[in-house]
């Protein structure tokens, strides 16, 4: 299981570096903007020093053509680095681009997917990674769940590379189910990461164990000082 940050806040990023074993940093224009107009390339250079060359960094193009597109992806690589994950929405003119990219071995995030074809189109095309968009989906009334189930399948039975990157979420009961169902990935903003480590019965279960060590061993005191 890969667990991504959805976000490119610096201070964000290296706190969870620290707290959870994170396998990467996701980011789109919609993520980019949140931060302001910043260095984007300077920035993202930033995040690859704190995550390290081993986890996967993912930046969206933005261009509208094929030609854009692969524009933008060969400005990428060569301002970031090579191992950069090209996110390409995936429409007609991006699968040509996911094709064109994984001919240079590039690696490709195959992005914006709400359906099994698309899902299936970008597994054909040699996308590293796929990312079903999971609170979108059922937004609009689709079956997230069976969409990732179907997904998880293909990939099963031809023995694909490809790893589903559940994205979009709103809660943790989300993420619980993108993973139940077969993503091999998730990838959450900050907030959806904080609320499922602030449930009050944790905090609770932490006061009540070190109240009860206190009335044992007197205020204060921890298991290192007894141990002295």
Do not use: C
């Amino acid at each position: 299981m890969e667990l991504l940050l959805d976000t490119i806040n610096l201070t964000a990023i290296e706190h969870y570096q620290k707290v959870i074993n994170l396998a990467g940093v996701t980011s789109n224009p919609t993520i980019v903007k949140k931060e302001g107009k910043v260095d984007f390339f300077k920035h993202m250079k930033q995040i690859r020093s704190i995550i390290g060359d081993s986890a996967t960094l993912h930046a969206q193009v933005v261009g509208q053509t094929e030609a854009a597109m692969l524009d933008d992806a060969h400005t990428i690589i060569d301002k970031i680095d090579s191992n950069v994950f090209i996110k390409v929405p995936t429409n007609e003119i991006g699968l040509a681009v996911m094709k064109a990219l994984k001919k240079e071995g590039i690696n490709v995030t195959a992005t914006a997917i709400y359906t099994e074809f698309q899902g299936y189109l970008a597994l054909a095309a040699g996308a590293d990674y796929l990312a079903p968009y999971y609170n979108r989906m059922l937004n609009m009334n689709i079956n997230a769940n069976q969409v990732i189930q179907a997904l998880a399948a293909e990939i099963k039975r031809t023995n694909a590379h490809s790893k589903i990157l559940a994205a979009s979420f709103h809660n943790i009961a989300q993420v619980n189910e993108a993973i139940e169902n077969g993503s091999q990935a998730v990838t959450m903003g900050p907030d959806i990461l904080a609320s499922g480590l602030g449930m009050p019965a944790i905090s609770q279960a932490v006061t009540d164990f070190s109240a009860d060590w206190a009335s044992i061993y007197g205020e204060g005191q921890t298991v290192s000082s007894i141990g002295k």
